[in-house]
């Protein structure tokens, strides 16, 4: 150290125009450096910008796609798919859970024309029992999924929704949920026998609710009564495990509501032709009996469906029925 | 970096190791070396795969839930969990490829060896060094899902302490990569031991199809064949509890036991075996 001191030391000191030129020559290159930088910058942003550019004009080129084709496609079969998935089969799981939802509710938000709950099959949701299937295969305790093919499946491909359900039982035999689930598809066939026998067999796992065996006798005495239906509903709306699900037995319950209500409704006519001998104008000349049927009627005696849109009355045919707007499910 | 400065650094660390081989036996020669493995690991940012674990859980727990319709909980803990084991499992292969091959490389080796030090003391101090980083990996990150599950659910939720039997399972797969990483480069050099460690990764989750395999093989030489390669190589589905654990399911204790057992027997062996390959190589 105090070698280099004395190295220091006899070197000469720099005359101050040689230090103010060094400075110079510092910054000059301190200013190129920087102008390089921004060139550079510029170059990535310029590059980034043309590759955009480019792609979008060789998009441009390509034939139009379906903007769902890569919900229609599955990548491969489930049980390659459990097989190859390294123990991230849970993520992949959700993957696919995630792709059956956006996959729904992009068809559904594409569709222009009239659909009702009980046939999907205008939306060509063909693709959803697969995608379901997957990802129960990846994970066979995805409660969730057997809860939302259970309900929506039904309505596209029954089939599948029976197979969807009858693999979970298979994986997951104390699972009553999922008997409750066969049953209801059952149900909605209108094969009360088998949906009978499907609650049976729930009600015997550990666990099951009493209501599974009521719900076994009243299919087998009053499968198609709405009262078993009502039944059905209320049972699935406090028992999913998905929020979707629950949305559709409200909507169901609601429907459940509207269709007494317009039972109600058409006994109040009725009974008005009775007595007028004609059907009345408007809602105002049937007010007091709809009143007396303690159906909810507006200010003006017009009487409100569950979701609170006034009913229409059909003074030709004497009936009633649901407005355009309300968002009860049509029958 | 240059190379006078990991020399030093090796030195410095050399000295510090040498202090502590004074000071006692084996079992301090093996800590030594473990806690400057553990050190070089933290030195090598490799703690840092934290963060963008904490943006995938933050990512996840915001965005995912909003389009998962009432499932934000089961994506946490599989997309947390299967994170923890994706980075583990990175950072147990190439971490643990070059743990014996840089101390050959940068010739510390000699510098460690001229100190009383044993082979296989070197080896389990650097297995060990690598299990303790990942140690805290696996255990930060599972209390960043539990600590997500905690902040979705608004409060206390049985999830964020059931997937804990899980997260310790996937640390014990982790270690058995480690050991399996540090066997191939005990004799074979970092790129072909990553490519090996990864095969083993894989076929390590197929083992119920080698069983199947040689359940069903045609003749007895390929059923033989088969059984002696699943009994061989590591079934690590015996680690893969975390679909079960976004159910709220813990595995029973004699499976969670018994797995931990495996594994440990397994690594012993590895360990064995790396022991018996490294005493023999020549560093001339």
């Known amino acids: 150290m105090k070698a280099t001191d004395e190295r220091t030391d006899s070197s000469p000191s720099p005359s101050p125009g040689a230090a103010e030129e060094f400075a110079a020559g510092r910054a000059g290159v301190a200013r190129r450096e920087r102008a390089r930088d921004a060139l550079l910058a510029l170059v990535v942003v310029m590059g980034l910008v043309q590759t955009f550019a480019l792609a979008r004009w060789l998009d441009a080129r390509r034939p139009a796609e379906d903007p769902f084709a890569a919900y229609e496609e599955l990548y491969v079969r489930p049980e390659t798919a459990r097989r190859l998935s390294l123990g991230f089969n849970g993520v992949a799981a959700d993957w696919y859970w995630l792709r059956s939802i956006q996959y729904v509710g992009r068809k559904v938000e594409a569709f222009q024309g ?33 809860d939302f093919g259970a309900v929506v499946l039904p309505a596209i491909d029954p089939d599948a929704a029976v197979r969807l359900v009858e693999r979970g039982i298979s994986e997951n035999p104390q699972e009553w949920r999922l008997y409750h689930y066969l049953g209801y598809i059952h149900w909605q066939a209108n094969r009360f026998r088998e949906a009978s026998a499907a609650y049976e067999a729930g009600a015997r796992q550990p666990g099951a609710p009493p209501w599974m065996n009521i719900l076994a006798a009243q299919m087998t005495a009053q499968g198609g009564s709405r009262t078993v239906a009502r039944e059905m509903y209320r049972r699935m709306y406090e028992g999913a495990a998905d929020e979707q699900v629950r949305t559709l037995a409200v909507q169901r319950l609601a429907q459940l509501d509207s269709l007494e209500e317009r039972d109600r409704i ?22 007091p009996l709809l009143r007396a049927a303690r159906l909810r009627l507006t200010g003006a005696g017009v009487p409100l469906d569950p979701s609170d849109v006034p009913y229409v009355l059909d003074a030709a045919a004497c009936d009633v029925r649901l407005d355009e707007r309300s968002k009860i499910p049509k029958d | 970096m240059p190379e006078e400065i990991v020399a030093l650094k090796t030195e410095a660390a050399a000295r510090e190791s040498g202090a502590d081989l004074r000071r006692s036996g084996a ?48 994506i946490i803990v599989d997309m947390g969990l299967s994170a923890a084991l994706l980075f583990g499992v990175f950072i147990a292969i190439f971490v643990g490829v070059g743990l014996v091959y840089k101390e050959i490389e940068r010739r510390t080796i000699y510098a460690i060896f001229s100190k009383p030090v044993g082979r296989g003391e ?67 050099s970092p790129a072909l031991s990553a490519l090996l460690t990864f095969f083993v990764f894989v076929i390590g989750h197929f083992s119920a199809e080698l069983k199947s395999l040689s359940a ?5 030489v390929a059923r033989l064949f088969f059984a002696a390669l699943y009994y061989l190589l590591p079934n690590l589905s015996n680690y893969s509890y975390i679909t079960a654990a976004a159910h709220g399911r813990t595995p029973a204790a004699p499976d969670f036991l018994v797995a931990v057992l495996y594994g440990l027997a397994y690594i012993a062996a590895l360990l064995a075996a790396s022991t018996l390959v490294f005493k023999r190589r020549n560093f001339k």
């Not at chain 1, 109040?268 to 104008?281: H, I, V």
């Not at chain 2, 069903?216 to 007895?220: D, F, K």
Request: glycine share 8%; net charge neutral.
């Open chain 1, 114 to 146: 009239e659909f009702t709950l009980d046939d999907l099959r205008p939306l060509g949701i063909r693709n959803l029992g697969p995608l379901l299937e997957q990802s129960t295969a990846l994970d066979p305790q995805f409660m969730a999924a057997y």
């Open chain 2, 27 to 74: 079992a301090a020669r093996v800590a030594a070396i473990a806690r400057n493995t553990f050190r070089e690991a933290v030195r090598d940012r490799v703690l840092y795969n934290l963060v963008l674990f904490v943006l995938i859980l933050t990512g996840g727990a915001v965005f995912l839930g909003e389009l998962s319709a009432a499932q934000e909980l089961k």
């Open chain 2, 216 to 220: 069903a093989g045609a003749s007895g």
């Open chain 1, 266 to 287: 058409r006994r109040a006519l009725a009974d008005f032709r009775e007595r007028a001998g004609r059907c009345p104008a408007d809602w105002r000349e049937v007010a």
């Open chain 2, 122 to 188: 070197f080896l389990l101090g650097k297995y060990l060094g690598l299990c303790l980083t990942l140690a805290v990996n696996v255990a930060v990150m599972g209390a960043g899902v539990s600590l997500a599950l905690l902040y979705v659910s608004g409060g206390w939720h049985p999830l964020a302490l059931s997937i804990w039997p899980a997260v310790a399972l996937i640390y014990v797969e982790l270690m058995i990569v480690v050991a399996v990483a540090l066997l191939f480069s005990s004799f074979s």
